[in-house]
């Protein structure tokens, strides 16, 4: 009993971790319904295995370091490989030249700049109700929603049919993981109103959009999310 108490947490950081790892797969094969899945999964996994740590009182350095570890492949690998299938089809050539190696391969830097957050994130003891940067799963749905949306309905074809826009996005959302802005986390300080009004103009705005756009309107949540951020940033302290 005491040992799935202590490690029912670790078990859920795990499963985020498998998820990952067959959403990586599928997205290299080309099957994106089974990657969003698996984020799917994975988001569902990584949101409980925080809670059941608290409520069980199971917190540990070692559930600490797996869920940066699980977090860096559902999270880190998933939306670099995202946009190296982006830039897949344009092979070595980006305005009229020719490099010496595929540009794809620029897309990986969202990876490496995801783990970079994520070990800025473990060593910050200050965020707690709000995050410095993009976290990383809000970056994962931004650009595997914006590829998804446009392999599902073909919206926001002029980003993905153009190689200098990708790169641009690449590296906006890679500055953007480490970067000092602070970005709104859905935790309350207080119950009183006034101390919520972000949180609150967020939450109405965020399912308007989704009402509106379905899954078009999945990365535009994360554009909305960026937006109000940054208007109240005063209040985020």
């Known amino acids: 009993m005491n040992f799935m108490k202590n490690n029912l947490a670790n078990l859920l950081t795990l499963a985020n971790l498998f998820a990952g790892c067959v959403g990586a797969i599928h997205l290299i094969l080309g099957d994106y ?13 990584d949101f409980f295995d925080g809670f059941v740590a608290r409520a069980l009182k199971s917190n540990s350095n070692l559930g600490l370091q797996l869920d940066s570890l699980a977090d860096m492949v559902s999270f880190g ?5 995202t946009m190296y299938k982006a830039l897949e089809p344009f092979g070595n050539e980006i305005l009229g030249m020719h490099l010496p190696f595929a540009i794809s391969y620029l897309g990986i830097f969202v990876t490496v700049f995801s783990c970079l957050r994520l070990a800025i994130f473990n060593l910050d003891e200050e965020q707690r109700y709000y995050f410095k940067g ?11 929603g914006l590829y998804y949306a446009f392999k599902e309905t073909g919206t926001f074809a002029f980003l993905f049919e153009n190689s200098l826009f990708l790169i641009l996005l690449t590296a906006i959302t890679s500055w953007l993981l480490i970067s000092p802005i602070k970005m709104m986390a859905m935790k309350f300080k207080s119950k009183k109103l006034q101390d919520n009004y972000p949180k609150i103009i967020l939450l109405g705005g965020g399912i308007a959009i989704l009402i509106l756009f379905q899954i078009v309107g999945i990365p535009m949540l994360v554009i909305y999310y960026i937006i109000v951020s940054l208007v109240f940033q005063k209040q985020l302290g």
């Open 77 to 81: 690998l998933i939306p670099g490989l």
């Open 33 to 45: 319904q089974t990657t969003a899945i698996c984020l799917i999964l994975s988001s569902v996994f």
């Open 134 to 144: 993009l976290n990383t799963p809000t970056n994962t749905v931004l650009l595997f």
